[in-house]
């Protein structure tokens, strides 16, 4: 074996071994990336405004409307036709905010009007959090 090769796999397999089994990415938490005042949960407005800056990330034509190839992942094509009222295939940021705040209620069964991490975590809370990161 070439002695250049057997040194570079040497390195590579230090490199592989010496990197913590924790160098996996964190997950951020999504009350501390959103909550802007700070008091632990995230009410509607704050939902709303980080889903608002989601509608303008995902719109990269910004002609104001999302399609279901801008939606991949967010919504089903089932889901994005109920929350298309005028059947034109698309979301306006009124539209998509009106699936925001339906998926806030599904997810906020106390009805306190407030989100914890807790119940980000449901099935329903991550639905919401896929409109806003």
């Given at each position: 074996?070439?002695?250049?090769?057997?040194?570079?796999?040497?390195?590579?397999?230090?490199?592989?071994?010496?990197?913590?089994?924790?160098?996996?990415?964190?997950?951020?938490?999504?009350?501390?990336?959103?909550?802007?005042?700070?008091?632990?949960?995230?009410?509607?407005?704050?939902?709303?405004?980080?889903?608002?800056a989601m509608f303008a990330k995902l719109d990269p034509?910004?002609?104001?409307?999302?399609?279901?190839?801008?939606?991949?992942?967010?919504?089903?094509?089932?889901?994005?036709?109920?929350?298309?009222?005028?059947?034109?295939?698309?979301?306006?940021?009124?539209?998509?905010?009106?699936?925001?705040?339906?998926?806030?209620?599904?997810?906020?069964?106390?009805?306190?009007?407030?989100?914890?991490?807790?119940?980000?975590?449901?099935?329903a809370g991550r639905a919401l959090l896929r409109l806003m990161k």
């Amino acid at each position: 074996m070439n002695s250049h090769l057997f040194i570079g796999l040497l390195l590579a397999a230090a490199v592989a071994f010496s990197s913590p089994a924790s160098a996996a990415p964190k997950r951020v938490d999504p009350v501390k990336m959103f909550d802007t005042d700070n008091d632990g949960t995230l009410d509607l407005m704050e939902v709303k405004k980080a889903a608002s800056a989601m509608f303008a990330k995902l719109d990269p034509d910004r002609d104001g409307t999302l399609d279901a190839r801008e939606l991949r992942g967010r919504l089903t094509a089932k889901e994005l036709a109920a929350a298309d009222p005028d059947r034109d295939g698309t979301l306006t940021l009124d539209e998509y905010l009106a699936v925001v705040e339906q998926r806030f209620n599904a997810a906020n069964p106390d009805k306190d009007g407030t989100l914890d991490a807790k119940e980000l975590a449901t099935p329903a809370g991550r639905a919401l959090l896929r409109l806003m990161k």
